[in-house]
């Protein structure tokens, strides 16, 4: 309630605007959250601090086309910095942009090769591109990294499947 009246008072402070959208943000009010911090930006279109936050509460919020806008914004200025490079892949690939999520993915896993999770993000969006090529070789580097498991087998087998490799998704089973 303080922040919401404090930005009454100071509206062209995006610093406030920005700690509004941390407060809706811990009381899980994403549109107000998203509201503030685009305020923010709005007010410092170059502040990498507020694109960030833009683009995290745009993914958390399912807008992200304003997801993919604020990490590409960030990008332009810092285009190896890893969480940005991550955001825009999660958010093309969740708009339905594969196309635009492949080349962010494959940035951020040269950067940050065992991040297991995310390598098989990026399968799955391989998968759905029907790119069974890169599924098979991020397969066998996952595998050389981390092992296997029964529960990577089981995701193997839906990533397998999404791509349209019956034969693969049963061998994996």
Known sequence: EALR??????????????ELSQAYAAVQNGPGALAAIARA?????NNLTYLRARGEVAT????????LDSFERVLAVA???????LGAARAGARSGKPDAAVPRYRAYLAQRPDDKDVMLEYMEVEAERGNTQAVKEY???YRERFGES???WLRMAD???LGGDATASSAAL
Request: glycine share 2%; no cysteine.
């Open 150 to 152: 029964k529960e990577y």
């Open 5 to 18: 009246e404090a930005v009454k008072y100071a509206p062209d402070d995006a610093r406030l605007h920005h």
């Open 139 to 141: 397969d066998a580097r």
């Open 79 to 85: 285009p190896k910095d890893a969480d940005a490079l």
């Open 41 to 45: 930006v709005e007010l410092e279109p």
């Open 60 to 67: 958390w919020t399912g807008y992200y086309a304003v997801a």
């Open 159 to 161: 990533i397998y499947a």
